[in-house]
């Protein structure tokens, strides 16, 4: 079965400085999907950056970038100037390919992540 | 607005007892997913709808059951409550069996009191 491994409960970042957080997986497939989801205080799920496990190039929005590194099986998220606004709780999700006839998500347990002013 | 609607927002019971929360798609949305969000287990995938189809279940307790209707929408039954139910539970839509874009309603704080 697949499973999503978050293993840092906290992390805490000054504002405008860089911080990483990470996420590892575990499947057996070599075709699947990787999503960053925020939620923030009010408990809505945002959808941060998404990456296509046969897409090479890593996935970047804005000040947002992952860190795909399929062999590892490891899935980092980049958050670069950081603003009061990126605290929140950050859940790594895995998405099995479209042969599984299911897009069910499976999380991680989540890391909250806070912004210093 | 995210175009995912779940009714209600809010809801308070005691143990022993049945609820129901439901779920309106984004338009044009055949799939209906259910995630439960509790402190000690996470976020964790419940069941999957498909144009009126359960298509994939997770861990789901026996004692929790859902359906899709004919107009898409989706409701969670729940019954026989315990403390232990009390959690957000999230409602999402996509497009697809299996793919596409995934939307997030604001979900059903359940407290079982």
Not at chain 2, 34 to 46: E, P, R, T, V
Request: net charge neutral.
């Amino acid at each position: 079965a697949q499973t999503v491994t978050q293993s840092q409960p906290e992390m805490s970042v000054q504002e405008a400085e860089t911080v990483t957080l990470s996420c590892t997986y575990d499947t057996s497939e070599s075709d699947y999907y990787l999503f960053w989801y925020k939620q923030p205080p009010s408990r809505q799920m945002i959808l941060v950056i998404r990456q296509e496990a046969y897409k090479q190039q890593n996935a970047t929005e804005n000040r947002f970038s992952v860190n795909f590194q399929k062999a590892a099986k490891s899935f980092s998220l980049k958050i670069s100037d950081s603003q009061l606004g990126d605290a929140a709780m950050y859940f790594c999700a895995y998405r099995a390919p479209f042969s599984s006839n299911t897009g069910k998500l499976i999380f991680g347990q989540g890391t909250t992540l806070q912004v210093k002013p | 607005d995210s175009g995912v609607t779940q009714t209600p927002k809010h809801l308070i019971t005691a143990t022993g007892q049945r609820v129901t929360l439901r779920c309106s798609p984004r338009s044009g949305d055949l799939s209906v997913y259910w995630y439960q969000q509790s402190l000690d287990q996470g976020l964790q995938f419940l069941i999957q709808y498909y144009n009126g189809e359960e298509r994939a279940k997770g861990n789901i307790l026996e004692r929790f059951s859902a359906q899709q209707f004919p107009d898409l929408h989706s409701e969670l039954n729940l019954s026989s409550l315990e403390l232990g139910d009390s959690a957000l539970y999230f409602c999402a839509s996509s497009v697809a069996l299996a793919g596409g874009d995934y939307t997030f309603g604001s979900g059903t704080r359940l407290t079982v009191v």
